[in-house]
Nanobody
Framework: QVQLVESGGGLVQAGGSLRLSCAAS????????MAWFRQAPGKEREFAAA????????KYADSVKGRFTISRDNAKNTVYLQMNSLKPEDTAVYYC??????????????????WGQGTQVTVFS
């Protein structure tokens, strides 16, 4: 198993930036594809970004493409989400997730077995 702890959320003005971090402990971090999901009040959890075990493959939701960047440091057991040009509609709780079952990077919550507790991101205009 792997345990995930997110950090880096906060309050930011529209157009600003934040970097989220997700620290993993437990099994070998490089065994997991990693992803970020988000959930706004009253809405379903939605995919934001994902990265393969090696870091070679990335996927992004259309809503964040060009503004968000996912990265990982396997030596530090950490995955990051750099968020630039933030918009009020990016306001949500952001969750880190890990998957060790699938060879292909997935974008659905059901593909991920391990989740962090979430970190709040609030963007005001």
């Amino acid at each position: 198993q792997v345990q995930l702890v997110e950090s880096g959320g906060g309050l930011v003005q529209a157009g600003g930036s934040l970097r989220l971090s997700c620290a993993a402990s437990g099994r070998t971090f490089s065994s997991y594809a990693m992803a970020w999901f988000r959930q706004a009040p009253g809405k379903e959890r939605e995919f934001a970004a994902a990265m393969s075990r090696s870091g070679v493959t990335t996927k992004y939701a259309d809503s964040v493409k060009g503004r968000f960047t996912i990265s990982r440091d396997n030596a530090k057991n950490t995955v990051y989400l750099q968020m630039n040009s933030l918009k009020p509609e990016d306001t949500a709780v952001y969750y880190c997730a890990a998957d060790d079952r699938y060879a292909v990077v997935r974008t659905t919550p059901g593909a991920y077995d391990y989740w962090g507790q979430g970190t709040q991101v609030t963007v005001f205009s």
